[in-house]
């Protein structure tokens, strides 16, 4: 029988279309083991991800990766599960890597009902097929995720926010500039001709980026909100998307070189991640946003729509459709897990 994976169902609206009977992991919540010093924990799927980012912050750390916390059913915030499932990442991701660089192991149940287990909580323990990090972005398709360990961070001792009026070519060349050179940028944000670079780390290093960078300094009580806000997609920028989309547009997630040049698209542009990420809010057809994205060697998501029949993930060449199809014959050859979420034909 398939089977849809479901938590608070925050992320339903990202990938395919949902199908199957629900299988919810909430009743697997819980911290199973938390090592401040170690900068690991182990967390039950089902956990909602509030829960461990408050009990994170207790002992000053976090989840580096900061991924999104889109609001679910009973205003939930979304589960560690589906986190790793999504593969989302906020903010940070090109500083300080993505869910995938985070994950050190999981246990999950798979296709034929086996339980498994991959990773450690340790990047030395790690041996043979790095399935836990294999899980990340699977949007469930290879088994039913119970349990992940992940590497946590502390928090910087010092962050500063700058802002900077240009146009988009002239702050694509800035922060790949910026981006070669010894400073602590943390994350940078570009839209409607503003500029803006988290630094964050030892005091003197924040102190002395700020002061060869220049740009305004933008007071902390307004500099968090807004990077609060870009990771949990409920800034200015997305809640207009959304308003676009309800009236037929799409929005779009570009994943490019942060070298590539500026994508003369129809519509809405915000930029993160050194160029690296560019959200788009386009009516254009989807087919010529893709040409566009692998123009300059990259590719395209189809986040939010109200039509998703041109598939929400790149097509994939064939090698690469092979090599899917193969994986999971190998942890699902039944297909009951979250089908058609990642690809129709998976």
């Not at 911290?31 to 994170?56: F, H, K, R």
């Not at 991701?93 to 990773?119: C, K, T, W």
């Amino acid at each position: 029988m398939p089977l849809r994976i479901t938590g608070h169902g925050s992320k339903d609206f990202y990938g395919g279309p949902l199908q199957g009977e629900t299988l919810s992991t909430l009743a697997l919540a819980g911290v199973t083991a938390y090592e401040p010093s170690e900068l690991y924990i182990s967390v039950l799927a089902g956990t909602p991800l509030m829960q461990v980012e408050n009990l994170l912050a207790q002992q000053r750390q976090r989840l580096a990766f900061q991924p999104p916390r889109f609001v679910g059913a009973g205003d939930g915030r979304g589960t560690v599960g589906g986190m790793v499932a999504a593969g989302l990442s906020g903010p940070t991701r090109a500083a300080l890597g993505s869910v995938r660089d985070h994950v050190l192991g999981a246990v999950l149940i798979n296709g034929q009902g086996e339980l498994l287990s991959f990773g450690g909580t340790v990047m030395k323990n790690v041996a043979g097929f790095d399935v836990s990090r294999v899980l990340a972005g699977s949007m469930g398709q290879l088994g039913l995720i119970t349990e992940v360990t992940l590497k946590v961070l502390p928090w910087p001792a010092a962050s500063a926010t700058l802002r900077f009026e240009f146009d988009q070519p002239a702050a694509l060349k800035a922060i790949n500039t910026w981006g070669g050179q010894p400073l602590p940028i943390e994350a940078s944000a570009w839209w409607d001709g503003a500029l803006l670079l988290r630094l964050a780390g030892a005091d003197a290093a924040v102190g002395a980026a700020c002061r060869k960078l220049g740009g305004d300094v933008i007071p902390a009580e307004l500099a968090e909100p807004f990077w609060t806000g870009l990771r949990d997609q409920t800034d200015e920028f997305f809640v207009g998307a959304e308003r676009a989309v309800a009236g037929g547009a799409r929005l779009w997630r570009l994943s490019l070189p942060s070298t590539a040049p500026e994508l003369k698209l129809h519509g809405e542009q915000l930029i993160e991640w050194g160029g690296a990420q560019r959200w788009v809010v386009t009516p254009m057809e989807p087919l010529a946003v893709r040409e566009a994205a692998a123009s300059v060697g990259g590719h395209a998501t189809l986040f939010r729509a109200l039509d998703k029949s041109a598939g929400a993930f790149a097509p994939l060449s064939a090698p690469l459709a092979a090599i899917h199809r193969r994986l999971k014959a190998s942890f699902d050859p039944h297909g009951v897990f979250n089908p058609g979420r990642l690809y129709a034909d998976l």
